[in-house]
């Protein structure tokens, strides 16, 4: 055997028994970036992008940018008699639409964040409390907590765990969120 032979062998082997550093085996995964544009909501901007740096702080498996073209979920404003709502596969796909009557009356980066909330995989739950995001105007008006809980924000870790695949909310769904007009 030859002494190149014998090195590349014996480093070959080195590299199969000896464990992996820890730079190595520390890799974190990376975070499925969901692209938003908020361009078509010109008057909650700013709210918008208050509630996606909320989740952004609160989970790490998902994580929302805002771009102006390309974007899978997109920001609409209006009046509408329904009120605020979110049509979403709850894949990071979809449109938000933030209704005027209703950001007059409720804490509008709640209602961005909440709405945001329906396009990452979770439902309604009118009945809980304050603390509870997705309670969404069940608490009422003097309701302003704009962050998921930890129960909230682990649903949204589980969901996001393998990118989009892990999340198995139905298709085209419309979640209207129930706010007193």
Same mark, same amino acid.
């Given at each position: 055997?030859?002494?190149?032979?014998?090195?590349?062998?014996? $480093?070959?082997?080195?590299? +199969?028994?000896?464990?992996? =550093?820890?730079?190595? !085996?520390? %890799?974190?995964?990376? @975070?499925? $970036?969901?692209?938003?544009? +908020?361009?078509?909501?010109? =008057?909650?901007?700013? !709210?918008? %992008?208050?509630?996606? @740096?909320?989740?952004?702080?609160?989970?790490?498996?998902?994580?929302?940018?805002?771009?102006?073209?390309? %974007?899978?979920?997109?920001?609409?404003?209006?009046?509408?008699?329904?009120?605020?709502?979110?049509?979403?596969?709850?894949?990071?796909?979809?449109?938000?639409f933030?209704?005027?009557?209703?950001?007059?009356?409720?804490?509008?980066?709640?209602?961005?964040?909440?709405?945001?909330?329906?396009a990452?995989?979770?439902?309604?739950?009118?009945?809980?409390?304050?603390?509870?995001?997705?309670?969404?105007?069940?608490?009422?008006?003097?309701?302003?907590?704009?962050?998921?809980?930890?129960?909230?924000?682990?649903?949204?870790?589980?969901?996001?765990?393998?990118?989009?695949?892990?999340?198995?909310?139905?298709?085209?769904?419309?979640?209207?969120?129930?706010?007193?007009?």
């Amino acid at each position: 055997m030859s002494r190149r032979n014998f090195v590349m062998g014996a $480093v070959a082997l080195a590299a +199969a028994v000896l464990p992996l =550093t820890a730079g190595m !085996a520390s %890799a974190a995964p990376t @975070a499925t $970036v969901v692209y938003y544009n +908020a361009s078509g909501a010109p =008057t909650f901007q700013s !709210a918008i %992008a208050s509630g996606a @740096a909320n989740w952004n702080r609160a989970v790490s498996n998902v994580q929302l940018r805002s771009r102006t073209s390309g %974007a899978t979920l997109r920001y609409t404003e209006g009046n509408d008699p329904r009120g605020s709502y979110a049509q979403t596969n709850g894949h990071g796909s979809g449109t938000i639409f933030i209704d005027y009557t209703q950001a007059r009356q409720y804490d509008v980066v709640r209602i961005a964040a909440h709405e945001t909330g329906h396009a990452l995989g979770l439902p309604d739950h009118y009945s809980g409390p304050c603390s509870e995001l997705m309670s969404g105007g069940g608490p009422g008006t003097s309701c302003h907590n704009a962050n998921p809980n930890a129960t909230e924000a682990a649903r949204v870790q589980r969901l996001w765990a393998n990118g989009l695949a892990a999340n198995s909310a139905p298709s085209n769904t419309i979640y209207e969120t129930v706010y007193a007009k």
